[in-house]
């Protein structure tokens, strides 16, 4: 058996090689390591296939999450809620432009952003919702936007771990994940669905005037060189990058498949264990997802509930299998985030969820035996009584 890896990157460039080495060597050829044709490639590649009038790339998903609440004109004290169970670059970027981050509860099967949990969280000072879609799965964007729209605040999505999720609609229709709210950003972090070589993310948008304000903000405010309209950053994807996700675009589909491959193989084998809940499915997809793009396993994440999970993580590194705890600490308890607002009884499911959750490897280059040498250990481990 091959060595498992939690991500496995070097086995993906494998597949990809020739056109990855040959762009990349083009884009040393010509020098454009700034704003070069491939860049406005990629750019024009990934809206077709979104489905989106605007893709502004820039230098990685953090970036992108800032640049969307400095377009839409976000002031000092405006508040903003989230959720409280995810990566800690959501809440960053709202400290940092002294936006007033409100944490929620999360909903204990999909993970995602509670829609009770932001109408109770409501108040004057709400400007915008941030609902990020986590681990692959869309959260609930009919209930979001509903809310949206009868308290007149921005949605920005943040999809940084679910590019190529698709989300159905209660009346049937589908968009793609990062197009339905007002704005949204995604990384190209190395290990995400679509990664680069490098930092890399970006910025959707179907509004026109909004794009046109993000276009300038990426590059120091800057329509023509210069002359400086908006108050901007300097955040740019480099040619290299663009060239290696203009490469990896073609496949996306494809890697997301590979995905939901290993994590129905993952499902299966994990089926009617008591002490093991598997990630739930979207509505209409039943235990198995793999002939639709609902959810695109970014992490394959469990929830162990005989509180053997520290124990589990330190069993599976001992026997060579890499795992991750996403998220072990909530952010309403990080340092850098706590608030006397925060009510510890406000967040059941995410004080629960830091207790039990472990994402297994996760990655399109899986197989069946690295697959049935994982399972078997999770399960003979949480199953003996010792």
């Known amino acids: ?59 990685n998903g ?23 169970f995810t990566f800690a670059a959501t809440v960053e970027v709202i400290g940092l432009l002294n936006l007033t981050p409100v944490l929620v509860d999360v909903e204990p099967d999909s993970f995602n952003i509670d829609p009770k949990a932001i109408e109770k969280a409501i108040t004057p ?3 915008a919702i941030v609902p990020v879609h986590l681990f ?3 959260a609930n964007m009919d209930a979001i936007m509903e809310i949206a729209d009868k308290h007149n605040l921005y949605v920005i999505e943040d999809n940084a771990q679910a590019i190529g999720a698709n989300y159905t609609f209660e009346n049937g229709d589908k968009k793609k994940a990062g197009t339905i709210g007002h704005v949204a950003s995604t990384s190209f972090f190395p ?30 405010g800057m329509y023509k060189r210069y002359y400086h309209d908006v108050v901007g ?81 330190q069993h599976l590194n001992d026997n060579g299998v890499p795992c991750g705890v996403y998220y072990p600490v909530p952010l309403h308890l990080q340092k850098a985030y706590k608030d006397e607002r925060y009510n510890e009884a406000d967040f059941p499911v995410t004080n629960q969820l830091v207790k039990e959750v472990i994402s297994l490897p996760m990655h399109t280059e899986l197989d ?15 199953n003996n009584p010792s």
């Open 1 to 59: 058996m091959k060595k498992i890896q939690m991500v496995d990157l070097k086995g993906q460039y494998e597949g990809i090689k020739e056109e990855v080495n040959s762009s990349i060597s083009e884009v040393l050829e010509t020098s454009a390591f700034i704003n070069g044709p491939y860049v406005r490639e990629f750019q024009k590649d990934l809206e077709s296939y979104l489905d989106v009038k605007h893709v502004i790339p820039c230098a």
């Open 62 to 84: 953090t970036d992108a999450l800032q640049i969307c609440m400095m377009g839409l004109g976000l002031k000092p004290g405006d508040e903003v809620i989230t959720a409280d």
């Open 125 to 127: 000072k709400t400007k």
């Open 136 to 138: 692959g799965q869309c």
């Open 191 to 220: 290990s995400k669905n679509l990664g680069c070589y490098g930092d890399g993310g970006a910025i959707f948008t179907n509004d026109d005037d909004l794009a046109h304000i993000i276009r300038g903000m990426v590059n120091h």
């Open 233 to 313: 950053v300097n955040s740019r994807l480099d040619s290299i990058q663009a060239a290696v996700l203009k490469a990896k675009l073609p496949n996306l589909d494809a890697y997301n498949t590979k995905r939901k491959e290993a994590a129905s193989k993952y499902n299966r084998a994990f089926k009617d264990q008591a002490n093991i809940v598997t990630p739930q499915m979207p509505k209409g997809c039943g235990d198995i997802c793999v002939d639709c793009d609902c959810h695109v396993f970014h992490q394959y994440t469990l929830r162990i509930l005989n509180e053997k999970r520290d124990s589990l993580v």
């Open 368 to 382: 069946d035996e690295q697959i049935d040498f994982i399972t078997n250990l999770v399960i003979d481990f949480v």
